[in-house]
């Protein structure tokens, strides 16, 4: 089978260097790619929506599926528009089409959605340009914290918790009135402030049927303790070890299955992965959000443990029978710890020459690319605000972020900064 993964960051790294491992997979392409998947398949040099080089791409290379890694592409229709291409008719794609990637480009939709297939969730309301009045008493009258979401995507930022309500109808001002994250925050949803502590829960789905894969924990904020501003992830652990099977059945229960039966009973295609962010309060799941594509850095500590062999996965994902599968996982803890760029998530400098990853210790340890190119003489550089990441496999969490921190110890390049607690609430 020849194979185009979509993407450039360490879930697709993960993803290729799982997906090169099947028999299955005859050639791997993945665009753009970095430094690290050209390990493990051909990059090839363009965006992730540009839709027509891609059709190109597909045409030229004999392509037979397509993972589509990030969500901006779903969200914009990138599934439609291969599957509608007359030339790719005997094309499969891993991803949902553009309705159900509403699920993630669309909170107000996600949450509508969760309300009508009574699936747990936070109270809340919208509010656009056109109620910005009602919006702005409603935020007066709210209690605290309050939480304000830009509708659509807006790279993981679109999320505020407000602790007074002077700084929430400020936020609200900023969002609405003056677009901070643009297109996305013409409609915000506010939403009431859950206290609990979260959980990520993977699922693939056919259209019809479904498997859960491992679940898994990250950590958003840049500083030691949960401090400081929320970022794309600093690391993650698999599995939580407050997930035990009781919490497990409630959450496949209460929101996997309705999810589920909700999508094929509002008519939405989907074949692809559905991440749900969950917020357990007093043991119970609590959906927080919807996302349609597998988390980073969820990815690279789910995958290390599934024991499947992928490509076989995927095959079962685009021809309907996951019911025929059995999901096989290590026993093993993963942890994960993701090595940033100084300054992130601010401005950062790129370019900065990457030393050390050959000196990881393979056995034990994963090194996945997230933000690295490749520089003068191939060596490896800087290419983002999130680098790389060591994924290590342990005998509990402390075990395995103990051998990741030792094993990232031995990279460094020029202003590298990671956190040195992951896993903290569980030592």
């Not at 999508?263 to 996302?291: A, S, T």
Request: proline share 5%.
């Amino acid at each position: 089978m020849r194979i185009l993964l979509l993407g450039s960051g360490g879930r697709e790294h993960a993803l290729a260097w799982k997906l090169s491992q099947s028999p299955l997979c005859e050639k791997l392409f993945i665009a753009p790619g970095n430094a690290g998947t050209l390990k493990h398949g051909t990059n090839l040099p363009f965006q992730v929506t540009d839709f027509e080089a891609i059709k190109t791409a597909c045409i030229q290379e004999k392509i037979d599926l397509v993972i589509v890694g990030p969500e901006e592409p779903l969200v914009k229709g990138i599934t439609d528009f291969l599957i509608n291409t007359p030339e790719l008719n005997n094309l499969d794609v891993i991803g949902p089409d553009k309705n159900g990637a509403r699920l993630e480009g669309s909170k107000a939709f996600a949450k509508s959605f969760m309300m009508r297939h009574q699936i747990p969730t936070a109270a809340y309301k919208e509010f656009t340009l056109d109620n910005y009045p009602d919006g702005v008493t409603y935020l007066q009258q709210h209690a605290l914290p309050i939480v304000l979401k830009a509708d659509g995507l807006a790279a993981g930022k679109g999320v505020v918790i407000c602790e007074n309500h002077i700084e929430a109808i400020a936020e609200f001002d900023l969002m609405i009135q003056r677009a901070k994250f643009g297109e996305a925050s013409k409609k915000v949803v506010v939403e009431e402030f859950l206290q609990g502590i979260e959980i990520s829960v993977f699922v693939l789905m056919d259209g019809k049927n479904y498997v859960i894969l491992p679940e898994a924990k990250d950590y958003k904020r840049i500083g030691e303790g949960d401090t400081g501003p929320n970022t794309g992830g600093m690391g993650a652990i698999s599995p939580v070890p407050f997930a035990n099977e009781a919490l497990l059945k409630k959450i496949e229960e209460r929101v996997i299955k309705p999810t589920v039966e909700g999508l094929i009973k509002e008519g939405l295609e989907y074949r692809g992965f559905i991440f749900f962010g969950l917020m357990i309060v007093k043991d119970e799941p609590y959906m927080i959000e919807y996302n349609c594509r597998m988390g980073d850095p969820e990815t690279e500590v789910v995958i290390p443990r599934l024991q499947n062999d992928l490509v076989e996965l995927m095959i079962a994902a685009t021809r309907q029978q996951l019911n025929t599968i059995n999901i096989a996982t290590d026993p093993r803890t993963t942890a994960t710890i993701v090595a940033v760029s100084g300054g992130y998530p601010g401005e950062y400098v790129k370019g900065r020459e990457i030393k050390g990853i050959e000196d990881v210790n393979p056995e034990d340890s994963l090194v996945f690319h997230m933000g690295t190119a490749t520089g003068d003489e191939n060596s490896v550089i800087t290419n983002g605000g999130r680098v790389l990441c060591v994924t290590s496999y342990g005998r509990s969490v402390f075990d395995a972020v103990e051998i990741s921190k030792f094993e990232i110890e031995k990279i460094s390049y020029t202003g590298m900064e990671y956190r040195s607690d992951i896993g903290y609430e569980f030592e």
